[in-house]
């Protein structure tokens, strides 16, 4: 059975009651004091999910603030982080931590924890969008317990900036984006996979900005170095130079230490089958892509990088016991 991710909208209710039940659903992993500019004409929408001991959240609406305490703190603190990336609009961020208070964009991250006061500011930005400007984000809550590296290192970036357009945080985000677009589909086990995924991903993308790597557990370190290596595989499947060698190189490991990272990480399955595998699928895809109707089969296998048109037959018809002719044919 998929998982079935909670999900709130301005569709049914809007106004004040759009707002309670937003807040509802936003307080069932973060405790925490949220008001609005817009609570009369209050339009929103939240996904949350379950993987695992981690939750997802996907949300837009018009403004909001989210505010910590001590006093709530004192009360009752879970002990949980609280990961936020912008997708659309704008905030200010204050915290306890070092990072004092800082302006959030699109495309960044910022991290605050359950165990320290917080105060944070969210709000479309004017003139942008069709209608009323909302803000839009994604972010994840999990226990402190789920990250390997200390809290008290992990203070050292609460209400920090974080970018999550180069290196693991780009990783980061684009897993996310993936992620939350694939919800519906996953089954439990998945899930809770990925979830561990997630946890592996912000660990890393944390010691980076800690320069602290060798901190983490090598099992925490394998599994986002795989992460990462399939999505530079992805990224670069229209480069016919994409050979285990290259993928090597750019991630500053020896080959054979990258053979066997990947083979024993991927049921034995080696680097350049995978990529082999990732390029007919994207082929696969292409020729039935009626955007792509006009564009010759040997075109479409060049931009996946098997420029030899007829190796990459012999290939498309081995993987699928059907020529690239005859699928985009029948398919079509």
Same mark, same amino acid.
């Given at each position: +059975?998929?998982?079935?991710?909670?999900?709130?909208?301005?569709?049914?209710?809007?106004?004040?009651?759009?707002?309670?039940?937003? @807040?509802?659903?936003?307080?069932?992993? @973060?405790?925490?004091?949220?008001?609005?500019?817009?609570?009369?004409?209050?339009? *929103?929408?939240?996904?949350?999910?379950?993987?695992?001991?981690?939750?997802?959240?996907?949300?837009?609406?018009?403004?909001?603030?989210?505010?910590?305490?001590?006093? +709530?703190?004192?009360?009752? =603190?879970?002990?949980?982080?609280?990961?936020? +990336?912008?997708?659309?609009?704008?905030?200010?961020? *204050?915290?306890?931590?070092?990072?004092?208070?800082?302006?959030?964009?699109?495309?960044?991250?910022?991290?605050?924890?359950?165990?320290?006061?917080?105060?944070?500011?969210?709000?479309?930005?004017?003139?942008?969008?069709?209608?009323?400007?909302?803000?839009?984000?994604?972010?994840? =809550?999990?226990?402190?317990?789920?990250?390997?590296?200390?809290?008290?290192?992990?203070?050292?970036?609460?209400?920090?900036?974080?970018?999550?357009?180069?290196?693991?945080?780009?990783?980061?985000?684009?897993?996310?984006?993936?992620?939350?677009?694939?919800?519906?589909?996953?089954?439990?086990?998945?899930?809770?996979?990925?979830?561990?995924?997630? *946890?592996?991903?912000?660990?890393?993308?944390?010691?980076?900005?800690?320069?602290?790597?060798?901190?983490?557990?090598?099992?925490?370190?394998?599994?986002? +170095?795989?992460?990462?290596?399939?999505?530079?595989?992805? @990224? $670069?499947?229209?480069?016919?130079?994409?050979?285990?060698?290259?993928?090597?190189?750019?991630?500053?490991?020896?080959?054979?230490?990258? $053979?066997?990272?990947?083979?024993?990480?991927?049921?034995?399955?080696?680097?350049?089958?995978?990529?082999?595998?990732?390029?007919?699928?994207?082929?696969?895809?292409?020729?039935?892509?009626?955007?792509?109707?006009?564009?010759?089969?040997?075109?479409?296998?060049?931009?996946?990088?098997?420029?030899?048109?007829?190796?990459?037959?012999?290939?498309?018809?081995?993987?699928?016991?059907?020529?690239?002719?005859?699928?985009?044919?029948?398919?079509?």
């Amino acid at each position: +059975m998929p998982v079935t991710p909670e999900t709130a909208g301005s569709d049914v209710l809007d106004g004040v009651e759009c707002f309670e039940h937003w @807040r509802e659903v936003m307080g069932r992993t @973060r405790a925490a004091e949220m008001t609005s500019d817009h609570v009369t004409t209050f339009s *929103a929408t939240v996904r949350q999910a379950r993987l695992g001991p981690v939750a997802v959240l996907r949300t837009a609406f018009p403004s909001i603030r989210v505010r910590r305490t001590e006093r +709530m703190i004192r009360r009752c =603190d879970d002990e949980l982080y609280h990961l936020t +990336m912008l997708t659309a609009g704008h905030g200010t961020v *204050a915290s306890a931590g070092p990072g004092g208070t800082q302006r959030l964009t699109p495309g960044h991250f910022h991290l605050v924890t359950s165990s320290q006061p917080y105060d944070s500011w969210f709000a479309g930005t004017p003139g942008t969008g069709v209608g009323h400007p909302r803000a839009e984000g994604i972010g994840i =809550d999990l226990p402190v317990s789920a990250l390997p590296i200390p809290a008290h290192r992990v203070r050292h970036l609460l209400g920090r900036v974080l970018s999550g357009q180069q290196g693991t945080g780009a990783v980061l985000a684009a897993f996310l984006l993936t992620l939350d677009r694939q919800l519906p589909a996953l089954r439990p086990a998945e899930a809770t996979r990925l979830g561990a995924v997630a *946890a592996d991903l912000l660990s890393a993308c944390l010691a980076r900005e800690l320069d602290a790597e060798d901190a983490l557990p090598e099992q925490t370190r394998h599994r986002a +170095m795989l992460h990462d290596v399939r999505a530079f595989v992805r @990224r $670069h499947l229209h480069d016919p130079g994409l050979t285990p060698a290259k993928v090597a190189a750019a991630h500053h490991v020896s080959v054979s230490y990258l $053979h066997r990272l990947f083979t024993s990480g991927s049921q034995g399955t080696t680097l350049a089958a995978y990529i082999r595998r990732q390029r007919l699928a994207k082929a696969y895809r292409d020729l039935v892509d009626p955007a792509l109707g006009a564009l010759p089969i040997h075109a479409v296998a060049a931009r996946c990088g098997m420029p030899r048109p007829s190796a990459f037959t012999r290939a498309f018809k081995a993987a699928y016991g059907i020529s690239p002719s005859d699928h985009r044919h029948y398919c079509r």
